[in-house]
C-alpha cells in the first residue's frame, strides 16, 4: 500500500496517511499507480459536480467543479504548465529555458497559457451535457501519460525531486499503470475509452518530443503541462464521442 499512498500524497491534497518523508525507491514505484489516483479524483468530482449541481445553474457548477479539481490536486499540474509555457517560449538557449522554468514568477506566455487552458476546460465541460464519463476517464488517464513520461523520455536535470520519480521507475510500473488505465477505459467508455488512451499516448509523445527539441530533457514542469494538455484536449474530443 506504500506506493500507492506515495502517488495519493504527492497528487492530492488529501491529508496524509503516512506522515513520513516517502524513500526515493518508493516514489518511484508510486507513479504505477498514478491512473489510480487520477480516478479516485475523478470520483470525488463527480460526487461533487452532482452536489453543485442540486443547488446551482449548469454554467456555475462547471465553475465550481473547475475550482473543486484545481483545488484538489493543489494546482501542482498547473502550476508546472505555466511554468512550462514561460520557459519552452520565452528562452533563447536550453539552459535559459531550464533556469527561465525554475522562477517562480509568472511571464507572459504562461498568463496566456494559463487564460486559455482554463477558458477550454470550462467550455468543455460546460458543453458536456452529461460529463460524468468524461470526469472519471480525463484524470486517470492524464495521470497515466505522466507514467508514459517519466520512464520513456530522458530527464533534464541531475538533481530535483522529478530526478527521483525517473532513477526509480521501470516499465514494470507502465505495465501497471497502463493496466489499470485500460480497465478503467473500458468499464467506463468501452471502446471510446480505449481509442482515448492511444490519444493520450500520442499527446505525451508529441509534447516531450516537443520538449526534448527546446531543453535536453523533462522536467517536473513538463510532467505537470504534458497532464493539463492531455486534460484539455480529451476534454474537448468528449465533447463529441461521450
Known amino acids: 500500500m506504500i506506493p500507492f499512498l506515495a ?7 488529501i491529508p496524509p496517511i503516512i506522515k513520513r518523508p516517502f524513500t526515493p525507491k518508493e516514489l518511484g514505484r508510486a507513479v504505477g499507480y498514478y491512473p489510480l489516483v487520477g480516478l479516485l479524483i475523478g470520483a ?35 502550476d508546472g504548465f505555466l511554468d512550462a509555457c514561460d520557459g519552452l517560449f520565452g528562452g533563447f538557449t536550453p539552459e535559459k529555458r531550464l533556469e527561465i522554468m525554475r522562477d517562480e514568477r509568472i511571464g507572459a506566455f504562461a498568463m496566456a497559457g494559463g487564460v486559455l487552458l482554463l477558458l477550454l476546460k470550462f467550455t468543455a465541460l460546460d458543453s458536456n451535457p452529461s460529463p460524468v464519463a468524461a470526469l472519471l476517464l480525463v484524470p486517470t488517464l492524464s ?31 507502465v505495465a501497471l499503470a497502463t493496466g489499470i488505465a485500460a480497465a478503467a477505459a473500458w468499464f467506463i467508455a468501452q471502446w471510446i475509452g480505449l481509442a482515448a488512451m492511444g490519444l493520450t499516448a500520442a499527446l505525451v509523445w508529441a509534447g516531450s518530443s516537443f520538449t526534448l ?23 474537448l474530443v468528449f465533447v463529441v464521442t461521450i
Open 213 to 235: 527539441r527546446r531543453i535536453p530533457g523533462l522536467t517536473g514542469d513538463i510532467y505537470g503541462a504534458l497532464n493539463e494538455l492531455v486534460e484539455m484536449v480529451l476534454l
Open 7 to 13: 502517488s495519493l500524497q504527492f497528487l492530492t491534497l
Open 143 to 173: 495521470r497515466w501519460g505522466i507514467t508514459l513520461a517519466i520512464v520513456a523520455f530522458p530527464y533534464a536535470r541531475s538533481r530535483g525531486l522529478g530526478r527521483s520519480f525517473k532513477d526509480h521507475a521501470t516499465w514494470r510500473q
Open 44 to 78: 470525488i468530482l463527480t460526487g461533487a459536480n452532482y452536489l453543485f449541481a442540486l443547488v446551482f445553474p449548469s454554467s456555475i457548477v462547471t465553475a465550481l467543479t473547475l475550482a473543486a479539481w484545481i483545488g484538489l490536486t493543489g494546482a501542482l499540474h498547473l
